[in-house]
């Protein structure tokens, strides 16, 4: 593995984890200041208290007739921190304009209606070279446009907790928005030491070294903790009933056909429909590293739906997919292919509880964000496709019950194991016994609710206090 993997923007290490290494610009250099004054004023609800181009039928159509096609400018950049800036407020606008039809219908009848399905030459082509230059899709991304460079300090000096942070780009404009893509920077804050953690456990096994391994495995589980303590605080930072007043706007061309029909025609660019995957929260790279790193990847079932989960791994900068890569080699070249074999093969029972309590801080953060869906999507609209065009019931499950499969293995070789566990490693142990079947039993009954077309979300959601597994920090109003 090598130490970082950068694009001058990302730069994958102990030092930034996945956040970028530079904060990035709040506003467009002054020569794009008729696409920085749309983007401005294009939110629903501006800062003023006024009301912005997308609250307004057709506004945002006329605003763009107006926009002049900067190509020619956009062709000339080299600052890295320019072309992201260009290709977030591209992103941005280019969903504004294709889906403030489909807004305007759900404001009057709760159903997201057809998008545009026509992209003029003045968002096009510019959009497009921008992208290529980030090497990336020209449709709004997680990484480089929606989320993680898209962050704002209210205050430098109080760090990234998701209250001191707000977008550069908006749709909605309201604190609901804000604290849900703020958010999923807050949680990045730990994935330094991740990183680090991942890395040196590598160097660890390469160099049979046992209490560096299980310190280097400890060090990654309470960052899991860490992570799931602030993902938690969604439940705070954005109302649940809320979601709906920006979600049709990240919702993707691809797996969307109700929406966006055939794709999305980009002018001057390619007559043929282009279809792209809309960004979601599963574009994000904590989990996936953990997957690998730990062998929850092993355990994906064959299926369609891993397909898509794979397919959403190009929809991330070239240096990330890189560091997965690496990863996933680095991995399968362990002595037994895995960290959970290496562990088996040295009887390193404390190391492997360490691993185990990570692979259940993996199933903390899916099935929290399992819970997101059935309050935030199930149970505000029955609209059956995810912002990444994933169908929305049975894409999480999917992946928590690989992570079920694989802490019944790690429990299972447990038993076998010679145990002299600390007071820490016992409770890890016991209370993962303890609670599996209520783990498997939860999924299974949920599952079951949801066959039916006609469940209803809030059984399915009151079963998690059923089994004792319900999310903390539930915003109950």
């Given at each position: 593995m090598k130490e970082n993997y950068s694009d001058k923007f990302f730069n994958v290490s102990s030092s930034f984890g996945f956040l970028p290494e530079k904060n990035p610009l709040t506003v467009l250099p002054n020569r794009y200041k008729e696409l920085q004054s749309l983007l401005d004023n294009m939110p629903v609800n501006l800062a003023n208290g006024s009301k912005g181009y997308l609250a307004i039928p057709n506004r945002i159509k006329i605003e763009v007739d107006k926009l002049p096609n900067y190509l020619n400018d956009v062709k000339k950049e080299t600052e890295i921190l320019v072309i992201q800036a260009l290709y977030r407020g591209y992103c941005f606008l280019a969903s504004a304009y294709t889906l403030e039809l489909s807004y305007q219908e759900f404001v009057k009848s709760k159903k997201y209606g057809k998008a545009?399905?026509?992209?003029?030459?003045?968002?096009?082509?510019?959009?497009?070279?921008?992208?290529?230059?980030?090497?990336?899709?020209?449709?709004?991304d997680y990484h480089y446009a929606y989320s993680l460079g898209n962050y704002r300090f209210l205050d430098k000096s109080k760090g990234f907790h998701w209250s001191n942070l707000d977008q550069c780009v908006?749709?909605?404009?309201t604190s609901d928005e804000s604290g849900f893509i703020m958010n999923h920077v807050d949680i990045n804050q730990h994935s330094p030491k991740l990183v680090e953690s991942v890395l040196e456990s590598l160097?660890?096994?390469?160099?049979?070294?046992?209490d560096g391994l299980n310190k280097n495995l400890k060090q990654n589980f309470h960052s899991m903790e860490l992570v799931n303590e602030r993902r938690k605080e969604m439940w705070v930072a954005s109302r649940w009933k809320h979601y709906n007043d920006f979600r049709i706007f990240i919702m993707g061309i691809k797996g969307n056909e109700e929406i966006f029909g055939n794709g999305l025609i980009y002018e001057g660019v390619s007559n043929e429909p282009q279809q792209y995957r809309g960004q979601t929260g599963a574009q994000d790279n904590i989990i996936p590293m953990e997957d690998i790193f730990t062998g929850v990847i092993n355990f994906y079932p064959d299926n369609q739906l891993t397909k898509y989960l794979m397919d959403l791994r190009t929809y991330r900068p070239k240096c990330i997919q890189d560091f997965f890569i690496d990863l996933k080699n680095n991995i399968d070249s362990l002595k037994g292919g895995s960290i959970f074999n290496y562990l088996k093969e040295q009887q390193n029972s404390s190391g492997m509880c360490y691993l185990l309590a990570i692979v259940e801080e993996i199933y903390k953060f899916r099935n929290g964000h399992w819970q997101f869906v059935q309050k935030y999507i199930m149970a505000n609209t029955k609209y059956s496709k995810a912002t990444g065009g994933t169908p929305i019931i049975s894409w999480i499950p999917n992946q928590i019950k690989s992570v079920l499969n694989f802490i019944e293995l790690i429990l299972n070789e447990l038993i076998k194991m010679e145990k002299n566990f600390n007071e820490e490693q016992n409770l890890i142990y016991t209370k993962s016994s303890d609670t599996y079947q209520s783990k498997k039993k939860l999924l299974d009954q949920q599952l079951i609710i949801v066959e039916n077309?006609?469940?209803?979300?809030?059984?399915?959601?009151?079963?998690?206090?059923?089994?004792?597994?319900?999310?903390?920090?539930?915003?109950?109003?």
């Open positions: 545009r399905q026509f992209l003029p030459i003045q968002i096009a082509q510019p959009f497009f070279v921008v992208a290529k230059k980030l090497d990336v899709y020209p449709w709004l908006k749709f909605s404009g160097k660890c096994i390469e160099n049979d070294q046992a077309s006609n469940y209803n979300p809030g059984k399915v959601f009151e079963l998690n206090k059923k089994f004792k597994l319900e999310d903390s920090n539930i915003e109950k109003k």
